[in-house]
């Protein structure tokens, strides 16, 4: 068990334990002796846009430096920038400070190792034990230094454009792009204007406390507000560091991963250019996933993540992956999750077929699904207690063969999430609804029993 590294690296309430700006400087100290051993090779460094960042940012700057280890620093930019800045730039490794789609008071880190890619739970574990040993300055001769990379920006813009397979183009299509006061605010809009579309941007204001504030993929009621000034236009809603989409169509509805990720596959499987299944999550619409099959495509499912859609993926030998909150893996175009050139891929199927973003979704059907979050004071596996269990096969037979349930505990957050589908929209509540009081009775029921 990794102590500090959840299922997207580090996350948690800025100024406590561990975001803090002490641990962060023996973070620093620690990835640069795990990841660039004997000291001498470069890090770059991005965020999102936090007040936060900037402390946690000079902390690791000066932890990288003790172990020997230059930086490079970004300033604002999206999670899949520095992923591919890392490859580009052949540094070490790339470290993002955000905290995704949290608020402001929260923020985490994630790191990239040398070709682009999350780091394996290996490294993690590596990166942990090294933490706890006696922090050793490398010899003054020895120090990393720091400086700025000018054109970060501009590199990512260009590599999003290329993005777009040659003779596509998303000129003249209309949509409204949601920042979320976040690491896309420049970049976004700049990218898709000058790919020419026709765009009105909105959150793209931060402030550093505004970050995901009633606006981005998880609050989408300010781009549905916006769309109704702008008759035609669809919506495109990042997150706070831009590695996940979710889209509104023409009607005002919205278009998840899932479905993204289906409108991807199916634009590749008529230009004979899919390669491999196609991956989704234990938590993909059982819809959707018969809409693959019934397309002809292979689909299998990895747990929770996008790291483990990424290794599914590679264990299969396939390009595609995703999951409904938005993150799209398209291995053709990149190593990892990214926003806009997920929206950028679906946004030329749109143009090439001169249809309606709607249009792409009218063969899919999605099965009813609820989702219950579940606070609790400490998490706990699902499957580890036994009267849970039973609940759960209970439900799984009222469903029979129509339906699905999913337990598990977030990664990223002190909740036991609860997912019930099915066919029938009341029962599935109603499932839901009972489930979730298991899990209640049963944290309650730790809780006394741990004092």
Same mark, same amino acid.
């Given at each position: 068990?990794?102590?500090?590294?959840?299922?997207?690296?580090?996350?948690?309430?800025?100024?406590?334990?561990?975001?803090?700006?002490?641990?962060?400087?023996?973070?620093?100290?620690?990835?640069?002796?795990?990841?660039?051993?004997?000291?001498?090779?470069?890090?770059?460094?991005?965020?999102?846009?936090? /007040?936060? *960042?900037?402390?946690?940012?000079?902390? +690791?700057? $000066?932890?990288?430096? =003790?172990?020997? &280890?230059?930086?490079?620093? %970004?300033?604002?930019?999206?999670?899949?920038?520095?992923?591919?800045?890392?490859?580009?730039?052949?540094?070490?490794?790339?470290?993002?400070?955000?905290?995704?789609?949290?608020?402001?008071?929260?923020?985490?880190?994630?790191?990239?190792?040398?070709?682009?890619?999350?780091?394996?739970?290996?490294?993690?574990?590596?990166?942990?034990?090294?933490?706890?040993?006696?922090?050793?300055?490398?010899?003054?001769?020895?120090?990393?230094?720091?400086?700025?990379?000018?054109?970060?920006?501009?590199?990512?813009?260009?590599?999003?454009?290329?993005?777009?397979?040659?003779?596509?183009?998303?000129?003249?299509?209309?949509?409204?792009?949601?920042?979320?006061?976040?690491?896309?605010? /420049?970049? *976004?809009?700049?990218?898709?204007?000058? +790919?020419? $579309?026709?765009?009105? =941007?909105?959150? &793209?204001?931060?402030?550093? %406390?505004?970050?995901?504030?009633?606006?981005?993929?998880?609050?989408?009621?300010?781009?549905?507000?916006?769309?109704?000034?702008?008759?035609?236009?669809?919506?495109?809603?990042?997150?706070?560091?831009?590695?996940?989409?979710?889209?509104?169509?023409?009607?005002?509805?919205?278009?998840?991963?899932?479905?993204?990720?289906?409108?991807?596959?199916?634009?590749?499987?008529?230009?004979?250019?899919?390669?491999?299944?196609?991956?989704?999550?234990?938590?993909?619409?059982?819809?959707?996933?018969?809409?693959?099959?019934?397309?002809?495509?292979?689909?299998?499912?990895?747990?929770?993540?996008?790291?483990?859609?990424?290794?599914?993926?590679?264990?299969?030998?396939?390009?595609?992956?995703?999951?409904?909150?938005?993150?799209?893996?398209?291995?053709?175009?990149?190593?990892?999750?990214?926003?806009?050139?997920?929206?950028?891929?679906?946004?030329?199927?749109?143009?090439?077929?001169?249809?309606?973003?709607?249009?792409?979704?009218?063969?899919?059907?999605?099965?009813?699904?609820?989702?219950?979050?579940?606070?609790?004071?400490?998490?706990?596996?699902?499957?580890?207690?036994?009267?849970?269990?039973?609940?759960?096969?209970?439900?799984?037979?009222?469903?029979?063969?129509?339906?699905?349930?999913?337990?598990?505990?977030?990664?990223?957050?002190?909740?036991?999430?609860?997912?019930?589908?099915?066919?029938?929209?009341?029962?599935?509540?109603?499932?839901?609804?009972?489930?979730?009081?298991?899990?209640?009775?049963?944290?309650?029921?730790?809780?006394?029993?741990?004092?």
């Amino acid at each position: 068990m990794r102590k500090f590294f959840g299922t997207d690296g580090i996350r948690g309430r800025v100024g406590e334990y561990p975001m803090s700006a002490d641990f962060f400087l023996r973070l620093g100290w620690a990835v640069g002796r795990v990841l660039v051993p004997g000291g001498g090779g470069n890090v770059i460094i991005g965020k999102d846009t936090r /007040s936060s *960042g900037y402390m946690f940012e000079s902390a +690791l700057e $000066a932890g990288f430096s =003790a172990a020997g &280890v230059s930086v490079q620093l %970004l300033g604002p930019l999206p999670t899949p920038a520095i992923a591919y800045l890392t490859r580009s730039t052949d540094a070490s490794a790339g470290v993002v400070i955000s905290a995704s789609h949290n608020p402001f008071y929260d923020n985490g880190i994630k790191f990239f190792s040398a070709d682009g890619k999350k780091l394996a739970d290996e490294t993690e574990a590596a990166i942990e034990q090294q933490i706890s040993m006696s922090f050793e300055t490398v010899e003054s001769a020895n120090l990393g230094y720091a400086e700025r990379m000018e054109d970060a920006a501009d590199r990512y813009v260009e590599f999003c454009k290329a993005s777009l397979a040659d003779g596509d183009s998303i000129s003249g299509i209309k949509a409204v792009l949601d920042c979320a006061n976040g690491a896309a605010y /420049s970049i *976004g809009p700049r990218v898709l204007r000058e +790919l020419g $579309a026709e765009l009105y =941007a909105v959150a &793209v204001q931060p402030d550093g %406390l505004n970050i995901n504030h009633n606006c981005g993929s998880t609050h989408l009621e300010m781009i549905k507000n916006e769309l109704q000034q702008h008759s035609g236009a669809i919506g495109i809603a990042l997150d706070g560091d831009a590695d996940r989409v979710l889209m509104i169509d023409e009607n005002g509805h919205v278009v998840d991963g899932d479905e993204l990720l289906f409108i991807i596959a199916r634009a590749r499987q008529s230009r004979n250019s899919l390669v491999g299944p196609v991956v989704g999550t234990v938590m993909t619409n059982l819809g959707i996933e018969n809409a693959f099959k019934e397309a002809g495509l292979t689909f299998a499912r990895a747990p929770v993540g996008d790291r483990n859609v990424l290794a599914k993926l590679d264990e299969l030998g396939g390009q595609l992956g995703g999951e409904a909150s938005g993150h799209i893996i398209c291995l053709d175009r990149t190593t990892t999750g990214d926003g806009l050139i997920a929206a950028i891929q679906v946004l030329a199927e749109m143009k090439a077929r001169g249809c309606r973003l709607v249009d792409l979704c009218s063969d899919l059907h999605k099965y009813p699904q609820r989702l219950v979050n579940v606070q609790v004071r400490e998490l706990f596996q699902p499957d580890s207690s036994p009267d849970l269990e039973k609940e759960i096969a209970a439900a799984e037979a009222e469903l029979s063969n129509s339906g699905r349930v999913v337990l598990r505990a977030s990664g990223t957050e002190s909740l036991i999430r609860v997912m019930v589908e099915g066919k029938d929209e009341k029962q599935v509540v109603k499932l839901a609804e009972r489930l979730a009081e298991a899990v209640r009775r049963t944290a309650e029921s730790r809780s006394r029993a741990t004092g």
